[in-house]
């Protein structure tokens, strides 16, 4: 049989690397339940009409049929195909008109789950992927405290994952929208004038300030507005000197106010993060390319990885669930950790401390003792201690080696019989001393596999 060839852009880990992503699912977890969140998972699969009706994502789609199936009948015959949902968030909006009725409103929502996209697979781009999101939706009206609420959430849970430190990007659409608007420029964030130079402006990391000059230039706005652009977009400032930074820039709107406050909101309800760990800064260049967010945006980087773009994006909008009677206004934040920890794998920047969830290996004097062995095990277990019983009775220094080459740091010699005591050995240092397993624990530091920088031991 032919060895098989990975599919590229679908990956799969080795058990240690695996380690490291259960730790970041946990952690992750662990602070958006703190923080009062309630977990859903949606079905992997929606209407293509669903995922299309906002933004313009159609070649990244991944559409599913029965290969049985009827031309036109891809879900049981109601005309509309299906396709793998591309994010978490219009799933979500699904959900909550579908649901409305047996959810209580602001619904905070937790939700970690595989998501699919038919693009090119590159370093920290993948076609199947995780991503762990937290969202907040009411009805009718959504208060700006919630934005904030965002980037604090999601900046805890980062502060606390086994990642470089990051710098939280934030903006708000409504205040460049109102910013362009007093530049002169008209229609909204799809057509018009405005639409193209927020297009523009979001490509300023790709092709600079020069590039974003000539593609706003095509699209007909005067040097004036084209130097105002730029010059908003150049804005970073912590809460102290952002309302300065950007009134200095001479323009004024009232959709500019009103986006100003939002924003300093969010910047001012953030300070008490660590800031070694999460930097959180406005930075009016962001824009994010999905056309449903309506006012605060986020973007994440980590630092010395800021090649691998936003690890961590979102925002608010307004208007994306919609039952017809109702409108659910919501903000919510995304981490693609997928993105963010295989590129740090793959380098050996971060790493599990040993491969196996194993710290004990229960050694076997021979296959008539093995049912004590077991025994033993289980004893072990009850109090939390992931346990392995030896596969065969080999020699004692076999059975050593069988540890030493899994990572597992405890071997136990079960005492025979009544005379002989138990003794539990440290592979590492050689150490070995009598033990009871009905109270032996190894130190809190062997119990479960860490998660450490690459070049810790």
Known sequence: MARPTPLSGFPELLPQARLVEQHVLDVLREVF?????????????????????KGEIDKEVYGVRRLQADAGAADGGSGDDLALHFDLTVPFARYVTENAGHLQFPFRRYQVQKVWRGERPQEGRYREFTQADIDVVDRGTLAVHHDADMARVMGEALSRLPLPGVTLQVNNRRLVEGFYRGLGLEGDVLTGSIGATMRAVDKLDKVGARGVAGLLAE?????????GALGLAQVRAGADDLVAAVRDLGVSHELLDQGLEELLAVLT????????????????????G?????????????????????????????????DGRDVYPGVGISLGVTRAIIPLLAR????????????????????????????????LRARGVAVEVSPTAAKFGKQIRFADRRGVPFVWFPGLDAADGHQVKDIRSGEQVPADPASWLPPAADLRPSVVAGDQA
């Open 219 to 227: 699209a007909g706005l005067t040097q004036a507005q084209v130097d």
């Open 269 to 288: 309800a953030v300070d008490d993060l660590p800031a070694d760990r999460v930097a959180v800064v406005a930075d009016l260049s962001v824009a994010r």
């Open 348 to 379: 050996g920047a971060v790493r599990a401390s040993r491969p196996t969830p194993t710290a004990v290996v229960v050694a076997v004097a021979d296959e008539a003792h093995r049912r004590d062995a077991d025994r033993v095990a289980n004893q």
């Open 290 to 322: 999905l056309d449903y967010y309506t006012g605060t945006v986020y973007e994440t980087r980590m630092r010395g990885w800021e090649s691998l773009g936003s690890i961590c994006s979102g925002g608010r909008y307004d208007s994306l669930a919609d």
């Open 33 to 53: 339940e703190l923080h009062g969140f309630s977990s859903i998972e949606t079905r992997a699969v929606e209407p293509l009409s669903v995922l299309l009706r």
